[in-house]
């Protein structure tokens, strides 16, 4: 049955499931207030609504560290009257820490379907745990993120740069260090995904991305990453050995590691994709370290074929090789490009979607 909002069926679209809003800490330039309601915040969200709609992909994934207030911004403001008109799919999305054997960091994603209700997303983040000095936990709250820096050893505070002056006299501050601390118990992450209802969240893990998996050594740790591995359905790359390798294909660059890439991935394909990772809304062009929304590390973009939607998502993770991309066009676009007569006649022809966008 065709879909009446998109009647070409399924087509080659970027996809930007990484970007920043202002409510997040590390974001660069004026952030929104602490109440993302607040009439105040409506400018901004305003400029933010713009550059979605000025960028060049048509989906985009929010994913601010520890928090929905960005979602809950923009969400509130197109709900206005006087709102800009948002022309792209924006999901809702989170980006959190976990505890690990990791030297370093791991970051965590989730994306969410945009039709879950604001009760829902903060049932989700309640499921989550904080792991606390002494190996007490708390649910997650903005709360227990200050509690977690004022817990802490000044040492702590020290080497992350933070004062721990500040930490105890400023509530905003201490929420700041919290964040840029704290780590979540890694079974609270999992079992918190499949306690969303109807299936509307999706384990969203980086692999070779900042703070990724690949940062743990895999046979040292095998039980954690295996568990991590089994419970993502994306992940996140901009390797595209590794693009092909999560999507079941095998070639001359990842044939050597490839089948024990697949027995830990359990044998089933994953969709690997590239974000811009975006901390602001425009970025400066040939400045990878300045990137604004839609603009990918590289050159490295994501390419679906699928309907703008969340059931178009699900749909690329069930059929990762045929439904993604990574890289600057997917290689059947020029070919469509430059026989677009064809193309057309044999579309008004047989009055059938073409083959080549499926």
């Known amino acids: ?17 990484h970007i920043h809003t202002p409510a997040s800490f590390h974001w660069t330039g004026q952030k929104f ?16 609504i713009h550059a979605l709609n000025s960028a060049e ?10 928090t929905f207030d960005g979602w809950f911004a923009l969400k509130h403001r197109l709900s206005q009257d006087d709102a800009p008109k948002l022309e792209k799919t924006v999901f809702p999305g989170i980006e959190l820490r976990l505890m690990s054997p990791l030297k370093g960091r791991l970051n965590a994603h989730v994306i969410f379907s945009d039709q879950i209700t604001n009760q829902e997303l903060i049932d989700f983040k309640s499921n989550l745990k904080l792991e606390f000095p002494g190996n007490g936990v ?12 004022r817990s802490v050893t000044a040492d702590k505070l020290k080497h992350h740069g933070i004062a721990s002056d500040k930490v105890a006299e400023n509530d905003e501050y201490a929420l700041e260090a919290g964040s840029k601390m704290a780590e979540l118990n890694c079974d ?14 999706i384990g969203f893990m ?3 991305t900042s703070d990724g998996l690949t940062g743990i050594e895999r046979n040292a740790h095998y039980i954690y990453v295996l568990g991590l591995f089994k419970s993502s359905p994306i992940f996140e790359t901009r390797n595209i050995s590794y693009w092909a390798a999560f999507s079941g294909i095998k070639n001359s660059q990842n044939e050597k590691w490839f089948d024990d890439f697949q027995i830990a991935l ?21 400045n990878d370290d300045k990137r604004g929304y839609g603009d990918y590390p590289g050159g490295k973009a994501t390419w679906i074929k699928a309907n703008p939607t969340f059931q178009g998502l699900q749909q ?6 045929k439904r993604s991309f990574i890289g600057t066009i997917p290689p059947k676009l020029p070919l469509i490009k430059d026989n677009r007569s064809i193309f057309i006649d044999n579309l008004e022809v047989s009055k059938l979607q073409p083959s080549i966008f499926k």
């Open 1 to 17: 049955m065709i879909n009446s909002e998109y009647p070409n069926g399924s087509e080659w679209r970027k996809w930007d499931l």
């Open 33 to 48: 207030n602490s109440n993302p309601c607040d009439p105040k915040n409506a400018p901004l969200v305003d400029q933010m």
């Open 57 to 66: 992909p048509a989906v985009f994934a929010i994913m601010d560290y520890w």
């Open 138 to 149: 708390r649910n997650l709250s903005n709360a227990a993120l200050v509690d977690y820096a």
């Open 188 to 201: 609270s992450y999992k079992e918190a995904i499949t306690k969303v209802k109807d299936k509307q969240a």
């Open 206 to 208: 980086p692999f070779d």
């Open 266 to 286: 359990n044998n089933t394909p994953r969709l690997a994709v590239s974000g811009s990772d975006a901390h602001r809304f425009i970025g400066v062009e040939g």
């Open 316 to 321: 690329a993770i069930k059929e990762p090789a």
